[in-house]
């Protein structure tokens, strides 16, 4: 097992940014990717970012160039730097550690952080 513990989301102005820090612990060597997806109210989850553990990324064309993902591999963590945010970011990100992504689903899910932007 895995377990994710995400934190840096709050309320943030439109234009402003925000840093997401997912921790990742338990059976680590059986991750090859991280990745955080979003879910508004009244919608979908949906990818946002993806990172495989040889730094493979992947995007929501929504967020390209606007947020960028990274990990720390020594510290088994993932960042989801977020700038430019809009209104229609607010959501709830959810961090989310994969075996075999992106060719299977994501295996482990956080409990997921709130993520408000006003206009």
């Known amino acids: 097992q895995v377990q994710l513990v995400e934190s840096g989301g709050g309320l943030v102005q439109a234009g402003g940014s925000l840093r997401l820090s997912c921790a990742a612990s338990?059976?680590?060597?059986?991750?090859?990717?991280m990745g955080w997806y979003r879910q508004a109210p009244g919608k979908q989850r949906e990818l946002v970012a993806g990172?495989?553990?040889?730094?493979?990324?992947n995007y929501a064309d929504s967020v390209k160039g606007r947020f960028t993902i990274s990990r720390d591999n020594a510290k088994n963590t993932a960042y989801l730097q977020m700038n430019s945010l809009k209104p229609e970011d607010t959501a709830v990100y959810y961090c989310?550690?994969?075996?075999?992504?992106?060719?299977?689903?994501?295996?482990?899910w956080g409990k997921g952080t709130l993520v408000t932007v006003s206009s």
């Open positions: 989310a550690a994969g075996t075999n992504w992106p060719y299977n689903e994501m295996n482990y």
């Open positions: 338990g059976n680590i060597f059986s991750i090859n990717a």
């Open positions: 990172i495989t553990i040889i730094g493979r990324t």
